[in-house]
């Protein structure tokens, strides 16, 4: 129960939303252990929290890639979208809803939106020409382009094939909302993050906007434009109308009321202009109050190459928490990656990082504190005695742990959460090997209570704090010290172990890895 938080604040917090075009890679994957962390954090910190997450089916993208593989549009973001869910569940994700921008109340949704935005006078029918990026559903201007080799037209950021696009097509007004956007910067600091992103946003901005084409004919794989069934929506309209699809609007105002706005969009590096440009105009537009947060992270690179299917270097989540295990992955790549930063992995660094945190120092810390329970005190808690300087100093660094951590948090600096922790960690050890209370027990028993139980204290403590980012293990450490399943929010660091308490036989928590499993 967590009545002792009395009133629980709401938190609502999102994912993008992936093209279920392919099979979930790796950077889906770790953008979604990290939302799922920041949301378990904030659960266990006495928010309500809504987290969503899903699939964005529809574009041109999707459409072609049904057609090439000789099978219908929806069976393909149907089947795939199924395996987006099922990552996420075998990722531990602990998400409210998996939206699937199919959903009959999305389409709603979708309607209200864009009938504001016209409502509003944003929205004007013209003639289209230009260039389009269909694998990232983008449009270009001919400045942002080169000519290939082979004098193909290609996007002059990223290369991509473009293709010539001429149609009519309904027109966003973006360019009349460059002030409010600079403005919104400029008032709103925090809007978003990292730091560095919001210079990039903001010199785009000065650089002025121009209309946005929100509407194509050339295909019909989308949701229709209300009153001219000939169009349908550009996909980034409906794809980011998720996000209050997520929460009911326009019919649950209850729940829309509740949690909106967002408190913060988790999204990769490459969509912050869809996120940071569009969709505060969008919603500027429709009336509709801003997200408070935009958080971009970094993307992932295997051996520092970038992933992408034609490199064929794209690995399977699922096979990498089959080789290292699931807490272990979420571990790795939330402590080795600066989160808002690109990282790399390998199969070596995993080994070597999982070995090093969690097989020692969590690992042996959790292993020498509960045998020496076990063999020097019958399995039960100790009492402590009087603290030493160096007890009370040691339980000091553990109970400043939560504001050091919760701040990291509140900030999507997960690593620094995580590298206090390990400072604990580290600390604790270099206690009990200084203390050495093997040899201690066979002289002064009562001494070596107060420093068994000065290291259970840690161990409780960060495996309190563990809980988001590794949920198995750090329950499977609680249940070693017995802690009650009342005292695992965050309310309970405060709380102590209760001398006499019976614990159970240890067990290992982290096998220590071998050797890199696959290269
Ligand atoms: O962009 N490392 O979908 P998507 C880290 N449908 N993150 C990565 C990554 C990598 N190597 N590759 C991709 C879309 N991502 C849109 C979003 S939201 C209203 C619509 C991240 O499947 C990427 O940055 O291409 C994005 O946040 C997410 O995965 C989905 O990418």
Redesign the pocket.
């Known amino acids: 129960s967590h009545s002792s938080y009395g009133e629980y604040r709401p938190f609502y917090l999102t994912t993008?939303?992936?093209?279920p075009n392919g099979a979930p890679?790796i950077?889906?994957a770790?953008?979604y252990i990290s939302a799922d962390a920041l949301a378990r954090f904030k659960r266990l910190d006495g928010f309500d929290v809504r987290f969503l997450t899903g699939t964005?089916v529809h574009g041109q993208k999707m459409q072609q890639t049904a057609q090439a593989q000789g099978i219908a549009t929806a069976e393909l973001a149907s089947r795939n979208s199924d395996e987006f869910q099922a990552l996420q569940e075998r990722l531990g994700s602990s998400f409210d809803r998996f939206i699937r921008t199919s959903d009959d109340d999305h389409k709603r949704a979708s309607t209200e939106i864009w009938n504001r935005m016209a409502a509003a006078g944003d929205i004007y029918l013209d003639k289209y020409s230009g260039w389009y990026d269909v694998r990232d559903e983008t449009f270009y201007a001919e400045v942002d382009t080169t000519v290939g080799d082979d004098g193909q037209r290609v996007a002059g950021d990223n290369g991509h094939v473009l293709t010539w696009t001429e149609e009519q097509t309904y027109f966003f007004r973006l360019s009349a909302y460059t002030d409010r956007l600079l403005a919104l910067y400029d008032e709103e600091p925090g809007f978003l993050g990292p730091e560095s992103r919001r210079n990039e946003i903001v010199s785009f901005l000065r650089g002025g906007l121009t209309d946005l084409s929100i509407s194509r004919t050339t295909f019909d794989w989308g949701v229709p434009v209300p009153g001219n069934a000939g169009h349908v929506m550009y996909v980034w309209v409906d794809?980011?109308t998720?996000y209050l699809t997520g929460v009911g609007f326009p019919d649950d105002t209850a729940l829309f009321d509740r949690y909106w706005p967002a408190d913060l969009h988790v999204?990769?590096?490459?969509?912050i202009r869809?996120h940071c440009v569009y969709w505060p105009a969008f919603l500027m537009s429709a009336g509709i109050e801003l997200p408070k947060r935009v958080f971009a992270?970094?993307?992932?690179f295997n051996n520092g190459e970038k992933?992408s299917k034609s490199v064929g270097n794209v690995v399977d989540p699922v096979e990498l928490i089959d080789a290292f295990g699931l807490d272990q992955v979420r571990y790795f790549f939330l402590r080795e990656v600066s989160y808002g930063q690109d990282g790399s992995y390998s199969a070596e660094s995993m080994v070597a990082r999982i070995n090093a945190d969690l097989a020692n120092e969590f690992g042996n810390l959790v292993q020498r504190t509960s045998s020496m329970i076990a063999k020097y005190f019958d399995g039960a808690v100790p009492a402590p005695g009087d603290y030493t300087d160096a007890d009370s100093a040691l339980l000091r660094q553990a109970a400043e742990l939560l504001p050091t951590v919760r701040a990291h948090f509140d900030a999507q600096a997960i690593h620094l959460g995580l590298e206090a922790l390990w400072q604990a960690l580290a600390e604790a050890n270099r206690y009990i090997s200084a203390h050495e209370p093997w040899k201690l027990a066979k002289t002064d028993l009562a001494r070596t209570a107060s420093v068994l139980y000065v290291c259970a204290e840690v161990v409780r403590i960060v495996a309190l704090l563990t809980q988001p980012v590794m949920p198995l293990s750090s329950r499977q450490i609680l249940d070693q010290l017995s802690v009650p399943a009342a005292d695992r929010d965050f309310t309970a660091v405060d709380r102590r172990l209760t001398p006499g308490t019976e614990l159970p036989r240890p067990t290992p928590v982290f096998p220590r890895l071998e050797a890199p499993a696959r290269d």
């Open positions: 993008a939303i992936a093209y890679h950077g889906h770790y953008e964005d794809a980011l998720n999204i990769g590096k490459d969509i869809f992270h970094g993307f992932l992933m």
